[in-house]
């Protein structure tokens, strides 16, 4: 017999009862720091009191109406994302993988309604993570997300981040569009290059190639901005957005410029409970914490605190750690152990973190992390190094 669940994750035997702030409160009665957000989502912290408050009187009055008739929580909220972002528009699904999906649909409705329908094909880069659908993880090309689903959905060509002549050569006169995550994250915590992807802005100006950015893990603060596309000042023509927008309540968004969005259609795309009211009330509350006065300022300071003391540690334990990677808290420490040894080590040690790709483990805290509790992450570190060490 099969369990009633199926196994298409291998969890680790531990589960939580409670969470606060930055900590979760074990089945087996020990208190663990959050260093993973649940891979970058809930950046504002577990039972947050906002957050908690908003989801109850929601819920108390209306959570679902489906999208044939106005959500006015939408529309309020699409209008502060424009006015934070440079999007003209927002559309509301329900996770990352959707958002990416339109996104996707987007670059081919573009080129069709603009007469060029044969510009259906993606550029996208390898070692990226876009999602799990059939699409997406045909925009990724990754062959262990690839495997048993193929064929390959047709339409999406790869090349090595940071190669501009790979990408140059990859434009045909099918190519519509470049997908790319500013920070890749599930791929290692990879920072691209500001100046390349300043390069793929001025390609697809040059080819009218639409630029998308896959921002689900590095937006909503993750690196110190809203948004990481601004710390390059590179303005995309579509951007995808979930994780973090609901901290823990299902939401995503797909943001467009004008000339982008004016190709989608009444009918064109849709969701039954993408943008429902008690996802709106919750991303607003998120949306309207993070662009608080003073909030990125905080994330920034603590930011530099946890970075300058991780590198103490990488030079302490040059056997265990070889780097540390990434921008804000959007951090990776790459391991010369097998990293799924460093996590289980920081695990008895009270401190949970993420795998990722390229034998980096991801460290994403929660956005109000305090100093104490970055000493008590460093302190964890360091026992779980001596270890291995």
């Known amino acids: 017999m099969i369990p009633a669940l199926l196994s298409n994750y291998a969890p680790a035997d531990l589960s939580f009862e409670k969470g606060e702030g930055a900590y979760l409160f074990g089945n087996d ?63 509301f699904c329900n996770s990352g993988a959707e958002a990416n999906e339109c996104g996707l649909k987007m670059i081919r409705k573009y080129h069709s309604v603009n007469g060029q329908p044969e510009r259906y094909r993606v550029i996208g880069f390898e070692n990226s993570f876009h999602g799990r659908t059939l699409a997406t993880i045909a925009a990724a090309g990754q062959e262990k997300l690839l495997e048993g689903f193929g064929p390959m959905v047709d339409g999406f060509d790869h090349v090595s981040v940071g190669d501009i002549d790979a990408v140059k ?37 040059e080819h009218g190639l639409l630029l998308m950015f896959d921002e689900i893990q590095t937006g909503m603060g993750r690196t110190g901005k809203l948004f990481a ?41 849709g969701s039954t409970y993408g943008g429902n009211p008690l996802a709106m009330a919750v991303a607003t509350v998120v949306v309207d914490t993070m662009t608080e006065d003073g909030f990125m300022d905080r994330v920034n300071q603590l930011a530099n605190h946890l970075q300058q003391a991780l590198h103490g540690v990488v030079d302490r334990y040059p056997t265990v750690l070889e780097e540390l990677r990434g921008v804000g808290l959007h951090l990776g ?27 980096v483990v991801r460290l994403l805290p929660p956005l109000i992390i305090e100093e104490e509790q970055i000493s008590e992450f460093i302190a964890a570190l360091e026992a779980a190094c001596e270890e291995l060490a």
């Open 29 to 91: 009665g020990r208190r663990y720091l959050d260093f993973f957000a649940g891979i970058a989502v809930t950046s504002l912290g577990h039972n947050n009191p906002k957050i908690v408050e908003a989801v109850s009187n929601q819920a108390s009055n209306l959570m679902h109406i489906s999208n044939l008739f106005r959500i006015p929580g939408q529309e309020e909220l699409a209008k502060k994302l424009v006015d934070a972002t440079f999007a003209d528009t927002v559309y």
């Open 333 to 359: 420490l790459k391991c010369k152990v097998e990293n799924g040894q460093l996590i289980d080590a920081l695990r008895k040690q009270g401190a949970l973190t993420a795998k990722g790709g390229d034998n």
């Open 169 to 205: 050569a990859a434009i045909t006169p099918e190519t519509g569009g470049i997908i790319i995550e500013p920070i890749l994250g599930e791929g290692g915590i990879q920072v691209v290059d500001p100046a390349f992807l300043k390069q793929l802005r001025a390609l697809c100006d």
């Open 229 to 269: 596309y601004e710390h390059s000042g590179v303005i995309p023509d579509i951007m995808s957005s979930a994780k973090a927008l609901g901290n823990g309540f299902p939401v995503g968004a797909c943001l467009a410029v004008e000339k982008v969005a004016q190709c989608m259609n009444v009918g064109s795309h």
